[in-house]
């Protein structure tokens, strides 16, 4: 069969499936599947165990009675008779949602072999994912037609975009219906649903609305989830929907960002591969996020960077990593070498209003900020040793800097009531990973001797 004519044959059988299938939807039909004139039988039958099975028997086998191996949910499958020999299993999986299988005889084989398997969705709102597939299972030949919810047109009554149909090998064994199970549904509803999602990706909008909201499917459940900027409260939300199984129903989960200060009253929102970019349309300012474990992560200039820090061409990572455990009160710096093939070097959690990145000669600084004072870190990459070395320390009271220590040479300045003090201080040869509480303390009673 051509793929012209499988085409075809796909749209009719789904035809009848769809509109006229459940008026002959049943556990046992009678259908002569060998082709010798006599009525074989197929039944879905309950074990003693509890899970379904489907029993076949054949004229040509004497009706000697051929079992499938475990399905489930007894309620769920449903025989339907096709003309020349066709038998169809379907399994739904809700009201709207049907995986299923399609078997016919085989005089080689004496029995029932598996020759196609097909997917459908129906539910045309505001779900993503309506559509059909079919595969071929002999000649390993999948089609799929599948449309998408489109949030930006003007015409209510079009809003259901219809992609390419999609045309791919996919091999599944045409086992006999004794070696059938539901792991078969369920791998071809998982490699189905992936091929869908592969295309959704590269059809849902890219850019922003004109009232700035995102619209793209985050947390890959086939629904595109809704991304805005809230200038209200300064944050980055979502509004993300959440697929129930075997349910009519969608959950929406609300997430928000931490606070920004984006100021601009007009912007977009696009995306960029994992990166999501919230952009002024009135200035330069952008700010850069990402959504993981279920958080919005803040990745703009204060609180991820890529720099060479080590010198060989190549750019490392400097980021911030909040707590999810104690209400993002408690940060930690992660940092990633390429000269040491990017083994996360880090501090341990510090308890503190807010932490920074900033730029430094020859490195960068790490920056605490309390409730009135502030600690700042400066760092850079020790070639010889292959450390991230601390050469640099300052201690800000109400915004006023009031210690500074060189670590390369201790170099040491007290500010007073705006005079400055000079003086040697030395602290032991240290690295970010030695950033703590203690080493903080054994900096301010340097300053106090």
Same mark, same amino acid.
């Given at each position: 069969?051509?793929?012209?004519?499988?085409?075809?044959?796909?749209?009719?059988?789904?035809?009848?499936?769809?509109?006229?299938?459940?008026?002959?939807?049943?556990?046992?039909?009678?259908?002569?599947?060998?082709?010798?004139?006599?009525?074989?039988?197929?039944?879905?039958?309950?074990?003693?165990?509890?899970?379904?099975?489907?029993?076949?028997?054949?004229?040509?086998?004497?009706?000697?009675?051929?079992?499938?191996?475990?399905?489930?949910?007894?309620?769920?499958?449903?025989?339907?008779?096709?003309?020349?020999?066709?038998?169809?299993?379907?399994?739904?999986?809700?009201?709207?949602?049907?995986?299923?299988?399609?078997?016919?005889?085989?005089?080689?084989?004496?029995?029932?072999?598996?020759?196609?398997?097909?997917?459908?969705?129906?539910?045309?709102?505001?779900?993503?994912?309506?559509?059909?597939?079919?595969?071929?299972?002999?000649?390993?030949?999948?089609?799929?037609?599948?449309?998408?919810?489109?949030?930006?047109?003007?015409?209510?009554?079009?809003?259901?975009?219809?992609?390419?149909?999609?045309?791919?090998?996919?091999?599944?064994?045409?086992?006999?219906?004794?070696?059938?199970?539901?792991?078969?549904?369920?791998?071809?509803?998982?490699?189905?649903?992936?091929?869908?999602?592969?295309?959704?990706?590269?059809?849902?909008?890219?850019?922003?609305?004109?009232?700035?909201?995102?619209?793209?499917?985050?947390?890959?459940?086939?629904?595109?989830?809704?991304?805005?900027?809230?200038?209200?409260?300064?944050?980055?939300?979502?509004?993300?929907?959440?697929?129930?199984?075997?349910?009519?129903?969608?959950?929406?989960?609300?997430?928000?960002?931490?606070?920004?200060?984006?100021?601009?009253?007009?912007?977009?929102?696009?995306?960029?591969?994992?990166?999501?970019?919230?952009?002024?349309?009135?200035?330069?300012?952008? =700010?850069?996020? +990402?959504? !993981? &474990?279920? *958080?919005?992560?803040?990745?703009?200039?204060?609180? /991820?960077?890529?720099? @060479?820090?080590?010198?060989?061409?190549?750019?490392?990572?400097?980021?911030?990593?909040?707590?999810?455990?104690?209400?993002?009160?408690?940060?930690?710096?992660?940092?990633?070498?390429?000269?040491?093939?990017?083994?996360?070097?880090?501090?341990?959690?510090?308890?503190? =209003?807010?932490? +920074?990145? !900033? &730029?430094? *000669?020859?490195?960068?600084?790490?920056?605490?900020? /309390?409730?009135?004072? @502030?600690?700042?870190?400066?760092?850079?990459?020790?070639?010889?040793?292959?450390?991230?070395?601390?050469?640099?320390?300052?201690?800000?009271?109400?915004?006023?800097?009031?210690?500074?220590?060189?670590?390369?040479?201790?170099?040491?300045?007290?500010?007073?009531?705006?005079?400055?003090?000079?003086?040697?201080?030395?602290?032991?040869?240290?690295?970010?990973?030695?950033?703590?509480?203690?080493?903080?303390?054994?900096?301010?009673?340097?300053?106090?001797?």
């Amino acid at each position: 069969m051509n793929i012209v004519k499988l085409n075809r044959f796909c749209r009719v059988v789904f035809f009848n499936i769809l509109f006229f299938g459940y008026l002959y939807a049943q556990d046992k039909v009678l259908i002569d599947l060998d082709f010798d004139g006599k009525k074989d039988i197929v039944k879905i039958v309950m074990s003693a165990e509890g899970f379904v099975r489907i029993k076949s028997q054949l004229s040509t086998q004497n009706f000697k009675p051929i079992f499938s191996k475990k399905l489930f949910n007894y309620d769920n499958y449903n025989l339907y008779k096709e003309s020349k020999g066709v038998l169809k299993l379907f399994k739904k999986k809700n009201g709207y949602s049907r995986v299923g299988a399609c078997f016919q005889y085989s005089k080689e084989d004496n029995g029932l072999i598996l020759t196609g398997l097909s997917r459908s969705q129906d539910r045309d709102n505001s779900v993503n994912g309506a559509g059909e597939s079919y595969l071929d299972v002999k000649k390993g030949l999948y089609l799929g037609k599948w449309s998408y919810y489109d949030y930006f047109d003007e015409n209510p009554d079009d809003y259901r975009i219809y992609m390419p149909e999609i045309k791919a090998k996919m091999v599944f064994e045409s086992v006999g219906l004794e070696d059938f199970s539901y792991t078969i549904l369920e791998k071809y509803d998982k490699a189905c649903n992936k091929l869908y999602q592969e295309q959704l990706k590269t059809f849902l909008p890219k850019g922003n609305s004109k009232n700035g909201v995102l619209y793209v499917d985050i947390n890959d459940d086939m629904c595109a989830d809704k991304i805005y900027y809230d200038s209200l409260t300064e944050t980055i939300q979502s509004q993300i929907y959440d697929s129930i199984e075997d349910a009519n129903i969608y959950k929406t989960t609300k997430i928000q960002s931490d606070k920004l200060n984006f100021l601009s009253k007009k912007y977009e929102i696009i995306q960029k591969d994992n990166i999501f970019i919230l952009k002024s349309l009135e200035t330069n300012e952008k =700010v850069e996020f +990402s959504y !993981s &474990d279920k *958080k919005f992560w803040i990745l703009n200039s204060n609180r /991820f960077k890529k720099i @060479d820090l080590d010198n060989d061409g190549k750019l490392d990572t400097i980021e911030i990593v909040w707590s999810s455990r104690d209400a993002n009160r408690k940060s930690k710096i992660v940092c990633q070498l390429s000269s040491m093939n990017y083994k996360s070097i880090e501090t341990d959690y510090i308890l503190n =209003v807010a932490t +920074s990145i !900033s &730029d430094a *000669k020859n490195g960068f600084k790490i920056n605490f900020a /309390f409730q009135r004072d @502030d600690f700042s870190v400066q760092i850079r990459f020790d070639k010889r040793k292959k450390v991230l070395q601390i050469i640099g320390l300052e201690y800000f009271v109400d915004d006023v800097l009031t210690r500074n220590l060189n670590l390369l040479t201790d170099d040491f300045i007290l500010i007073k009531e705006k005079k400055r003090f000079k003086s040697k201080a030395h602290l032991n040869f240290s690295t970010l990973e030695d950033i703590s509480y203690k080493y903080m303390d054994n900096f301010l009673e340097v300053g106090m001797k």
